[in-house]
């Protein structure tokens, strides 16, 4: 099992940045691939990145596509999202899920451990 957790959130102006972490336990970490997704108030959740298990492939949701990037440290079982040019319609829950699958996917219910989340929000 791995257990994770998210760092990082908060608020900032439009056009700023923030990085978000997410740590993981265990010692599979390289095993799984991992995403980020973010969910709204009111909204269902939607994926924002995925980084395949060395690092190698990222896939990103177009409307981040160009401002957001996927990155891991597999030696400190870390997932990292920078975002940068944020806009006020970034603001969400923010959450990392591992996925034990070979099949590159954005579908939330093919993932199959998440954390807890931060929260992202973006002044106008």
């Known amino acids: 099992q791995v257990q994770l957790v998210e760092s990082g959130g908060g608020l900032v102006q439009a056009g700023g940045s923030l990085r978000l972490s997410c740590a993981a336990s265990?010692?599979?970490?390289?095993?799984?691939?991992m995403g980020w997704f973010r969910q709204a108030p009111g909204k269902e959740r939607e994926f924002v990145a995925r980084?395949?298990?060395?690092?190698?492939?990222?896939y990103y949701a177009d409307s981040v596509k160009g401002r957001f990037t996927i990155s891991r440290d597999n030696t400190k079982n870390t997932v990292y999202l920078q975002m940068n040019s944020l806009k006020p319609e970034d603001t969400a829950f923010y959450y990392c899920?591992?996925?034990?699958?070979?099949?590159?996917?954005?579908?939330?219910?093919?993932?199959?451990?998440w954390g807890q989340g931060t929260q992202v929000t973006v002044s106008s």
């Open positions: 899920a591992a996925d034990r699958g070979m099949v590159v996917t954005s579908i939330p219910q093919r993932y199959d451990y």
């Open positions: 265990g010692r599979t970490f390289s095993s799984y691939a």
């Open positions: 980084i395949g298990r060395s690092g190698g492939s990222t």
